[in-house]
């Protein structure tokens, strides 16, 4: 199936833990370029696990691929693979998540237990440089990146001391203001079905604009024309968190909501250099 018409199926319906002290890592197969992908296992769920493919070579770094669909089962890692295979070609280590979801065993608090642990994994796999560990997320996945960039704040919750802290994030159309998101309905009540309800003292835990600032820079790139996720969710963040002394920048790029994970588009190649410059940021 091209591009496009798997786009298009996401556009249909969206358009959009435990964590384990020993994970189960296993060969599972070469890639498209040749290299070896592994697949860990992070907690006992068929949904609990992750891609992990390293470069040739030095690794830049590891990038947090976290795939978007408004946190709905319907969608998968399948569409994190071609930006983790870009990502891999550019020299860095590839790690494509997948997370349950609603509809399959997520929602809150499991979503979240999930991309947390997955993240931690990467504390037990031998030969990584976890110096420089960027989450990089579309749409929802936007969200959820921002979201575990920012765990080291959320004190009283089970996800406030990381294993693997992230060093900076990359929002590509992300989601960050999950009242804001109800107020204007996207995703048909995706948020409210995420949470299990509309705002309440739980939304402190998981909408980003409400655990400002972040100690890590924050970079968000988003489409002028898109329809599914409107450009003030980035716009509104960043100057909040600039507002409140974080370090976060905005990016506005030509397309739609799409745009940004199309690897064979100037707006991947932005995110390509916005990664460039974090590394040189956090390294």
Known sequence: MDRRSVLSLAAAGFVAACSS???????????????RMEQIH???????FAELTRPVGVSRGVVVVIHGGFWRAEYDLSLGRPLAASLVSHGWTAYNVEYRRVGN????PTTFDDVSAAIDALADVAGLDLGTVVTLGHSAGGH????AASRPQLTGTPWADPRVPV???VSQAG?????AAIDDDL??????????????????AADPTRQLPVDVPIRCIHGTADQFVPLSQSTEYVERATAAGGDAALTEVDGDHFVVIDPRSAAWTTTLDLLDSLTSTTG
Request: charged letters at 25%; a negative charge.
């Open 105 to 108: 065993g997520g929602g809150w």
């Open 144 to 147: 959820l990146a921002v979201w």
């Open 167 to 169: 060093t900076a994030a």
């Open 42 to 48: 992070y907690g006992p769920d068929a949904q609990q």
């Open 187 to 204: 995703g048909r009540g995706a948020v409210q079905a995420l949470m299990g309800g509309t705002v309440d003292s739980r939304y402190d």
């Open 175 to 179: 989601v960050l203001d999950l009242a």
């Open 21 to 35: 002290r020993s994970t189960d890592r296993v060969i599972d197969r070469a890639t498209d370029k040749g290299q």
